[in-house]
């Protein structure tokens, strides 16, 4: 009897000194978690990485915490050494990323550990895919004062595709996350799901890649007076226009529906006509842009105010297409009211 009111004396204490630790750390952890969403997504953008659901991040749980610190089991007695108190999930749209983001976080961040849980398995198995990475902040960043005491904690970032996510959220409800936990007659048909999200992710990879073959032959004689499609429009664009007005949220297919409508069906009309007003729109664009003050923007355009630009790719077009046809005519084609576009004085076409 002694012995086990012993135990629950030290159970008691336990818990105690977690909850205390707990809520002494929260807050460092809450600015730890806010700076990786904020690092992440800049990376992120820097490498034209998207994400196939937006960017998940939590702080472990005082209960869960509780039950992993208090477990036979744990290899840690200390919250603040708990490898992830700090989670941050990206699920990414495409699998051919997963190398562009495994270099990019071993490079920027203090890798303690990384994982491939694919790695447990064998060519006949199935299971949970997913890279594990726990990191710490690299020593330059501690040298901002508001990072100066984040580096003590570890981070766990999860990363995997969105098929292979499917298959985790599913494993997960099913509690199918082993073979051996899947009842014998319904083995067959969890192989082949399995199977077929694997098989989605690497036809992805064979569409970005034709794709990309496509658009590199598409300067091709032939090509410029074929029917436009988005990889084309987005192209002509991309060739025309700085760079530092590209948007990655372009809406290409919205704009292939407004040169259609327009008449403007082959590559070589659409440069012939951002050719002719080129340099007409970039100077209004900028002179536009300089006079524009930051409230002018939204919050997730701040940077288009930083770059000195007001206009997307799509919108300059949109700007040389009203020069074109005339405004009347382009608001008719998008379907709005009178709409002000750069150097609306007049509604003459040319």
């Not at 000194?17 to 969403?37: F, H, I, N, P, S």
Request: aromatic share 6%; net charge negative; proline share 3%.
């Amino acid at each position: 009897m002694a012995g086990r009111s012993s135990g629950r004396r030290r159970s008691k204490r336990l818990v105690e000194q977690t909850r205390a630790d707990y809520l002494a750390v929260r807050g460092t952890a809450e600015r730890l978690l806010e700076c990786l969403r904020t690092q992440l997504s800049t990376i992120l953008e820097q490498n034209s990485i998207t994400l196939g659901v937006p960017m998940e991040g939590r702080i472990k749980t005082l209960a869960s915490v509780e039950e992993k610190l208090t477990s036979k089991a744990a290899s840690v007695s200390s919250v603040s050494d708990l490898m992830d108190l700090v989670g941050v999930r990206l699920i990414l749209l495409f699998r051919k990323d997963l190398v562009t983001l495994d270099e990019v976080i071993k490079s920027t961040f203090r890798v303690v550990s990384f994982e491939n849980t694919g790695d447990r398995l064998d060519a006949t198995q199935f299971g949970y895919l997913s890279n594990h990475y726990s990191v710490r902040l690299p020593e330059s960043w501690l040298e901002i004062p508001s990072y100066t005491d984040l580096g003590d904690l570890v981070a766990e970032i999860q990363v995997r595709t969105l098929a292979q996510h499917m298959w985790a959220a599913a494993s997960h409800k099913l509690q199918y996350k082993r073979e051996e936990s899947v009842p014998p007659p319904l083995r067959r048909t969890i192989h082949r799901v399995s199977a077929l999200l694997e098989t989605v992710d690497l036809e992805f990879e064979r569409v970005l890649i034709e794709r990309a073959s496509y658009v590199e032959a598409s300067s091709a004689d032939e090509e410029r007076s074929a029917p436009l499609n988005v990889d084309l429009v987005a192209k002509v664009l991309a060739d025309t226009w700085p760079p530092e007005n590209e948007d990655d949220t372009e809406d290409y297919d919205e704009l292939l529906r407004n040169l259609n409508d327009l008449g403007v069906t082959t590559t070589d009309r659409l440069q012939q006509i951002l050719a002719k007003h080129k340099k007409a729109t970039l100077q209004e664009e900028r002179e536009y842009a300089a006079s524009r003050q930051p409230s002018d923007y939204n919050e997730d355009d701040m940077d288009r105010y930083e770059r000195g630009v007001y206009y997307t790719h799509v919108g300059l077009t949109r700007d040389s297409l009203g020069r074109e046809f005339g405004r009347k005519r382009l608001w008719q084609v998008l379907g709005l009211g009178e709409m002000k576009f750069i150097g609306d004085d007049d509604d003459t076409g040319d």
